[in-house]
């Protein structure tokens, strides 16, 4: 049977009815999600209202599990569908925790579980729209004039991830199931209801619902892959074709890279790894050109208590300072507040790193974040040392390494101050005349 749908256009605001009440834990679940997931791209866009409402309805670990199996497809309502044109009274309904498989069922009725791009949206079949059935089971139209059945895409392809896409559409749609369960219980009810009132509700923590998304500067995004975009080092193997089109040079990512290395020796506790970036490897030259080609970064940042603790012989090898900063960059903008929010909501968090195919795992402890596991784990020490929309610095107190690295990662040497010494230029000199030997191409500055 067709599902019949309703789309209804109401007049009212939902954020102020949202309860405060109902908790929002991180789902208890196994798996691990991506951050490039579609999932985390939904939290953290511009569609604040949907995602507030996926949380309210516990959804998250159900859509976890969804996308761990197949990808999906979300039809994501703008924001004044699910505010001002909603009724009222619809949404108190909604958010009535007795109510709560009916907010499910509405969310779920938004999404398709497989990838629907609009280049793949079905032709218009002699207007015969093709059913697709959704995550709630009801079946839902999908129209050859881009429409979704009542409702428009307004944005489609909006959120492309590997897991899924979103599109944005012009209106709620609601499934027929939960038309039906409003107007059971509109009827038994007395008509006396009050207006909702009250402020919208605001993290105290993070104002997620105050603040906007992080603004983007003008220029878009590469459409390479950053690690297509990184110089062949020690630290990667055979040196990629040269991206089409060459650099853009949106940004001035050579000030921008040092400025905030100006931050971090202003900061203080950062000095070997501003070092570490400046004189003993070329990566933040590295770093200023991959922000000027439009890529961002966010830097986890030792601090120099956990970058005395190295062993010697961890950061003499040739081309090791580079395998260990690569895997403290992570080739996406996150702050303090957007990580925490991740692990907050999803218990753990895997982040792609420069050092390919490591990823940082991140999970929430102790009210901050901490990145990797065991004894080789560090915590978010000093958040947000540096934001600027393209680089982000994030003060942690330990140097992390791969989980298969960080086991065997020699315990015994001494806490020897490497940097330092390398810094007078005696180890130096000896690492650029190995270099010099071995005739490979390292991009070492302080060579030249
Ligand atoms: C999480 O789920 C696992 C198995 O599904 C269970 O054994 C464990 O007790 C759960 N943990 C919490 C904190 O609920
Ligand atoms: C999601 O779609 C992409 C592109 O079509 C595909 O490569 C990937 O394997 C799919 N993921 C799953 C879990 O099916
Ligand atoms: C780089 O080396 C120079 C010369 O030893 C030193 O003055 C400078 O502070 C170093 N830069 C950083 C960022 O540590």
Redesign the pocket.
């Known amino acids: 049977m067709d599902c019949q749908i309703y789309g209804v256009l109401f007049l009212l605001t939902l954020a102020s009815a949202l309860p405060e009440n109902l908790p929002v834990k991180p789902s208890n679940s196994t798996a691990q999600i991506n951050s490039n997931s579609v999932l985390v791209a939904l939290l953290d866009s511009h569609y604040t209202e949907l995602s507030e409402l996926v949380e309210k309805a516990l959804l998250l670990q159900t859509l976890e599990e969804a996308?761990?199996?197949?990808?999906i497809t979300i039809f994501a309502p703008r924001n004044e569908a699910l505010e001002r044109e909603l009724d009222p009274e619809f949404k108190r309904f909604l958010l009535e925790p007795g109510n709560l498989k009916s907010l499910q069922n509405l969310l779920l009725f938004h999404m398709i579980p497989a990838?629907i791009d609009s280049n793949h949206w079905p032709a218009n079949n002699n207007n015969k729209p093709l059913h697709h059935t959704t995550l709630c089971r009801e079946k839902i139209p999908l129209n050859g004039d881009k429409t979704v059945s009542t409702a428009k895409l307004i944005k489609s392809d909006d959120i492309v991830r590997?897991?899924?896409v979103i599109h944005g559409i012009e209106r709620l749609l609601i499934p027929k199931s939960v038309q039906q369960d409003f107007n059971a219980r509109r009827s038994l009810r007395a008509t006396s209801a009050v207006l909702p009132e009250g402020a919208p509700e605001v993290d105290p923590r993070t104002h997620r619902l105050k603040k906007p998304a992080p603004p983007v500067p003008a220029g878009g995004p590469p459409a390479l892959p950053i690690y297509d975009a990184m110089a062949p080092g020690p630290s990667l193997a055979p040196a990629p074709a040269p991206g089409p089109g060459g650099p853009h040079h949106h940004f001035d990512g050579e000030s921008q890279v040092k400025d905030f290395i100006q931050t971090l020796l202003h900061y203080g506790g950062y000095n070997e790894l501003a070092d570490i970036l400046v004189n003993l490897t070329s990566l933040a030259t590295e770093m200023g050109r991959l922000v000027s080609e439009g890529y961002v970064l966010t830097v986890l940042a030792p601090n120099d208590e956990a970058m005395a603790k190295l062993a010697t012989d961890q950061l003499s090898e040739p081309g090791a300072p580079e395998q260990i900063m690569y895997y403290h960059l992570i080739p996406e903008y996150q702050t303090e507040e957007s990580m925490y929010n991740s692990v907050r909501r999803f218990g753990k968090v895997n982040y792609d790193t420069l050092r390919l195919p490591h990823k940082v795992s991140a999970e929430e402890a102790d009210g901050s974040v901490k990145f990797g596991r065991g004894e080789g784990s560090a915590y978010l020490f000093d958040p947000d040392i540096y934001t600027d929309g393209r680089i982000s610095v994030q003060g942690i107190d330990g140097v992390l390494f791969p989980a298969e690295e960080s086991t065997a990662a020699p315990k015994a040497a001494p806490a020897a101050k490497i940097v330092s010494k390398l810094r007078r230029g005696k180890l130096l000199e000896v690492t650029c005349k190995m270099l010099g030997a071995v005739g490979q191409d390292y991009h070492f500055s302080s060579c030249h």
């Open positions: 996308v761990a199996k197949h990808n990838r590997p897991d899924g």
